[in-house]
């Protein structure tokens, strides 16, 4: 499952936070928050922590964890979810003069 949910909004930044789970069942999932950031010129970046992610016992172990992680973070931001929160034109509304 996944859920993104607008977290905060202002005249330079968009914060959304994405709850995406590992498993069918719910019970490994993650919370990131993604940072969309509007510069002068009406250009776009995104950031990213990922520091919720349990120790592992190798790096091999970790990397795999991770590369679910992300797997399923991109299904979420691709997903048509992230486009119910028009994040263009809140911001324009909000970013308004």
Known sequence: MKRIKL??????????????????FGARGYETDVIF???EYGNWTASIDISGMPDQKS????????SKYLLELSR???????KHLNIDSLFNSVSKK
Do not use: G, M, R, W
């Open 37 to 39: 950031t509007q510069d």
């Open 59 to 66: 790096p091999a172990d970790c990397a795999d964890k991770l």
């Open 7 to 24: 977290i905060s909004l202002n005249e330079q930044e968009a914060k959304v936070n994405f709850h995406v789970d590992l498993d069918a």
């Open 76 to 82: 979420a931001v691709k997903a048509k979810n992230i």
